[in-house]
Structures are given as structure tokens and as C-alpha cells.
């Protein structure tokens, strides 16, 4: 038979609810080609609940490309439109991921003909008030990271926060960097960003950030969309489509 892999969450770590809603997730997913599917086969032992998912002999985006280069356009391109698919079903169907990013897209092989999303641990149902889940810094988005670590306030889960772990996860790619520490005024390369992407004005542009000069027209105008800072004017994941003909790098 075909060979899986075996998803291990400690219980240390982990409760049962906590568990069985992944895996509940998981199954719901079943007809989201580009999200890892799992079998109906959940146990647990001592130290640990497991279920089954399909293998992905490659391994995960963060293990295949290379820092500081990224990867060639043709495989960044690939990856963008399967995941671009994963994250509009699951906005479609009203669930956010919360924790997009280079460790949890599994490759099926070395080019990313199929690549697919998965840990499903932090997803929930849109509109839901959460307390922000600290993460990699790069990842967060600017309405958020106010809130990290603070354990008080809630927020509301909309698409727009995955949109920009999208955005950063294909920057990353492209270059094989993050374009900041964290979305912090603080952080000289985000308000560098900031600087650059709110020129609207006539009058001499400010420079593009140093990290930005080696992508195209396109790659640029694509990731200022999704990375826009204001939440509600983010583009939808989909909107990659529209540039997948164009250069990037």
C-alpha cells in the first residue's frame, strides 16, 4: 500500500479536544486537493495521540530552498498558485490558518509540481476572537503583533491574516529572506517598507528597499498587495493568478 506519514502530538503538550479538532479539520478538508489529507485512522498512546496523513517525500518549503537565493521562479510560481488554491477553499469555506509559512507547505518532490498545505492546528472559523498565538515574528502581521505575548487582547479572525503570511512566505521564496525581523515600527526594514509602499503622492518616490531590488515589476507589485498594511485593502490570495505569466525575478 502507499506509504504515510505519522503525525505525533505529545500530551504534555497537547489535550484531546485540542487533538481530535486538528484531526476533525483535517477531515474536513477532504476535498481541498492542495491541503494534506489524512486517513480515518486516529489512536494515541501513552505519550502521545497520532493519526495518519499522506507522505511528502520532499519535505517541507523551508528544507528546500536555498538561504539568501530562494528558489528558481518557475518552482516559486508553482507553489504560489497551489497554495494561492488552498487558502481561497479555505477562506471559502470560512476558516482562516493562522499559521501559514515555509515549514507547513510539504512538497511531494524536489521541483514543487504538488506541493500542499497542512497543520491544521491553529485553524479556525472566520469571525471567531482568538488570543494571538505568538509565532515566527516575520509571519505576523502588523494589526497583530501589538497583541503577541500580551495573553489580554482578542482579535478577530478574516482572511487578511493569512494573506500576509502569504505574502511574506512568497517573498522568502523569491529571495530566500525574510524582508523584516518583525512588522514593528521599531524594525528599520518594515518602516523602510512602510515608507515606500504609502508613496501615492507626486514628487520624488522614496528608494525601493535594498531587500526588494533583485524582483520585477510584477513580483513587487503582487507582494505590495499582499502585504498591504491597512487589512481590508489586502488582495485576495487569488489574485497571484493574475501574475504568474509575468517575470518575477
Not at 502507499?2 to 505525533?8: T, W
Not at 493519526?51 to 530552498?65: I, S, T
Not at 470560512?94 to 521541483?111: G, I, Q, S, T, Y
Not at 502569504?166 to 525581523?181: E, K, M, R, S, Y
Request: positive net charge.
Amino acid at each position: 500500500g502507499a506509504r504515510v506519514a505519522l503525525k505525533l502530538l505529545q500530551k504534555e503538550r497537547t489535550d484531546r479536544w485540542a487533538f481530535l479538532r486538528e484531526f476533525c479539520t483535517h477531515l474536513c478538508l477532504r476535498g481541498a486537493l492542495t491541503c494534506i489529507q489524512v486517513l480515518s485512522l486516529a489512536f494515541e498512546t501513552p505519550q502521545e495521540f497520532v493519526f495518519a496523513q499522506e507522505l511528502a517525500p520532499a519535505g517541507d518549503l523551508c528544507g528546500l530552498l536555498t538561504p539568501g537565493v530562494g528558489l528558481p521562479e518557475v518552482q516559486v510560481k508553482r507553489c504560489a498558485a497551489q497554495v494561492s488554491a488552498a487558502l481561497s477553499y479555505l477562506h471559502g469555506h470560512a476558516l482562516v490558518h493562522r499559521d501559514l509559512k515555509l515549514d507547513n507547505v510539504l512538497a511531494f518532490d524536489p521541483e514543487c509540481h504538488l506541493v500542499k498545505v497542512g497543520d491544521f492546528g491553529l485553524t479556525r472559523v472566520l469571525g471567531w476572537q482568538v488570543r494571538p498565538t505568538p509565532g515566527p515574528a516575520p509571519y505576523a502581521p502588523p494589526e497583530l503583533w501589538p497583541h503577541l505575548g500580551t495573553g489580554e487582547a482578542r482579535v478577530r479572525l478574516e482572511p487578511p491574516l493569512d494573506t500576509w503570511a502569504f505574502g511574506i512566505l512568497l517573498f522568502a521564496l523569491l529571495t530566500g529572506a525574510f524582508p523584516w525581523a518583525s512588522p514593528a515600527p521599531s524594525d528599520p526594514a518594515f518602516r523602510r517598507f512602510c515608507t515606500w509602499h504609502g508613496h501615492t503622492c507626486a514628487g520624488e518616490a522614496p528608494p525601493v528597499p535594498r531587500t526588494w531590488r533583485g524582483l520585477r515589476g510584477a513580483a513587487r507589485g503582487l507582494l505590495r498587495g499582499l502585504l498591504h498594511p491597512e487589512p481590508a485593502r489586502r488582495c485576495p490570495p487569488g489574485e497571484v493568478l493574475r501574475y504568474l505569466g509575468r517575470a518575477w525575478l
